[in-house]
């Protein structure tokens, strides 16, 4: 199913406005007032993560999203095509209105020079204080014992909270670990927002994606045993698993393969969920154990 979706409806939703001042076009929850929300803009904040266009921080109980143009020419393409910076704000009303979980929008600003041209953004959201991604998650739940009825819960939520993303309908083109949070292990939040495509399920080649993703971000951790249970139930009825799974695992050593030549290529050596576990299992062997050539 495919349905039609306004870009006005969502980028104004009821208690949300649209405000012009010098230099900005804003759209913020309309209890905001212009004082508060520049002070987030301008406050420093505690950073994040940082990539040559953008920075992401912390500030209070908000997290600021800046990206510049980089160019004249992209400044120019985003004035003409606006929708691909604004993606994450009205997927995360759409979301919201739809009962998908995801970090509550609070403002998003476009910043443009004298010529109208667009030079940067600023995305506001909520903070998720005391979430940890679904990697974390889990492997806290391995260090502190939890059981196999535990895991399974846990995939299970994983995996309803990805149909719901699903059926809303929407794709998110990044469903890895990284992007799906929790406090609880029993209710699941969708982050990277930029990443969906709101208004149409995905197709099979993009679940499989979808798929591949999730299996890479937990396989580490858990036998087949527990995944394939848990992939099947995200499959839509009459798809055999015994068909899928082959796909999925093919697919998923192909991407780790890709990924750590990347970063091999790189010089960047990212602490992942396989490298915590490994220390774990090396902390709890027994001592005369660690000393066997």
């Known amino acids: 199913m495919t349905e039609a979706v306004s ?23 309309s209890d905001v007032r212009p004082d508060q929300l520049d002070l987030l803009l301008r406050h420093p904040g505690q950073p994040l993560k940082e990539s040559p266009r953008g920075t992401v921080t912390r500030v209070g109980t908000w997290v600021v999203k800046r990206q510049s143009a980089g160019s004249l020419a992209a400044g120019i393409k985003l004035a003409m095509r606006p929708e691909r910076n604004r993606q994450a704000w009205m997927a995360a009303h759409y979301l919201r209105h739809r009962g998908v979980r995801v970090p509550e929008p609070l403002a998003y600003v476009e910043f443009r020079n004298t010529l109208g041209i667009t030079t940067g953004t600023a995305y506001i959201s909520q903070f998720l204080d005391g979430f940890l991604d679904i990697e974390d998650f889990l492997f806290e739940l391995i260090r502190r014992g939890a059981g196999e009825a535990t895991l399974r819960e846990f995939l299970d939520g994983i995996a309803r909270a990805c149909l719901a993303l699903e059926q809303a309908p929407a794709w998110h083109s990044d469903l890895a670990g990284k992007n799906i949070f929790t406090r609880d292990g029993r209710l699941f939040y969708f982050i990277d927002l930029e990443a969906v495509r709101i208004g149409s399920p995905p197709t099979e080649e993009e679940r499989l994606k979808n798929h591949v993703q999730l299996y890479d971000s937990l396989c580490d951790a858990m036998g087949d045993a527990l995944l394939v249970p848990f992939i099947e139930k995200m499959l839509p009825q009459g798809t055999d698993i015994r068909i899928w799974m082959p796909q999925v695992r093919k697919l998923q050593q192909k991407r780790r393969a890709e990924v750590e030549a990347r970063w091999e290529r790189e010089g960047v050596h990212p602490r992942h969920l396989r490298h915590k576990l490994e220390e774990l299992y090396r902390e709890q062997e027994p001592p005369e154990g660690r000393n066997r050539p």
């Open 7 to 29: 870009p006005e409806q969502w980028m104004t939703p009821p208690r949300y406005e649209c405000r012009t001042v010098k230099g900005q076009r804003i759209w913020v929850r």
